[in-house]
């Protein structure tokens, strides 16, 4: 067997392939670095978000020193470090420089635990590891101050006058919810909702965060078109419930960012049936499987079934959702691996880019 040279060791390494993404992992830039002594090698890899699976990382490391081995390495050490993916916005639209991707969640109608799923997930993102923000921009019906409970620091004012968000359970967060009473009603027309959605996104000290995570409200108006004009955003998470009329409705939404030009990243189902803590019986209240089947007929990632249990109810009312309350328990490990699905699909679809197009922040 020829000596091991760097451009042979390139080459057998573009024969592995990404266990948690599927794609070759020096096309797409997960091996960003190969160094060639004798039959030592040493290769430097980043994981492109903290949301990346243990063990993936583990059968990654394997594969990539089989393929070395086999072409007659010795000695591989291989060098991972985490790194988030994202693509840089244009410059007519850096409202946000030191956000690096935009989550929108979103559904056709109101009900179905769009803001559940919402501040659960940039939980479970913050679980993995990334930092996250949540911005509430459901300004008639803000609902993450009460599901987050309250705040480790509340909002306020720097010295260069940008808001400062709020922290709670380690994410920053911005609500309308904030400063205004729980009994005052929010009227405005589509301009002052315009302005309240650009202010929360140019006067506000986000400071550096792997995700922004964006509870929209439901259904097709100002605050989703307003976003789309304002900001790139990554990808749209939609949440339904699996009976018929809540499929229309999200059929329609999904129509609506197609419109402006926003990917839908993938679907979840909540409420998607219960099961009775106590003799354990299976019931499914609104039908089932609706978003799984729309998820397939539209070609986009099903993220999963989410319970209707009291759990995930009490952790919203309380102000601790379960990923929080109970980051062990069955019902948070199904919001831990929903958020490792939504940031490998970003993550998928950003490594996928021509490689000037792309680029990688090293996350310090």
Known sequence: MSALTVESARQALSQVLDPAIGKDVVKHRIVTGVEV???????TVEIPTHAYPSEKRRELVT????????????????????VTAFLPPPSEKALLPGVKNVIAVAAGKGGVGKSTVATNLALALRAHGASVGLLDADVFGPSVPTMLGPAEVAPGANPDQKIVPAIHHGIKVISI??????DEAVVWRGPMVHRLLQQFLGDVAWGDLDYLVCDLPPGTGDVQLSLSQLIPVTGAVMVTTPQEVSIIDVVRAIAMFNKVEIPVLGLVENMSYYRCPSCGHHDEIFAHGGGKRL??????????EIPID???RFGGDSGVPIVVSAPDSEHAGRFLDMASQVALTIADRVLSQPKRSARLAIIK
């Open 177 to 182: 919810g904030f400063f205004t009473s729980k």
């Open 310 to 312: 009291t759990r995930i």
């Open 295 to 304: 998820a397939a007929e539209i070609g986009t990632t099903f993220f999963g």
């Open 37 to 43: 002594q004798g039959e030592d090698v040493l290769v």
């Open 63 to 82: 594969r990539i020193e089989k393929a070395l081995r086999d072409r007659g390495a010795g000695r591989v050490t291989v060098m991972p470090r985490v």
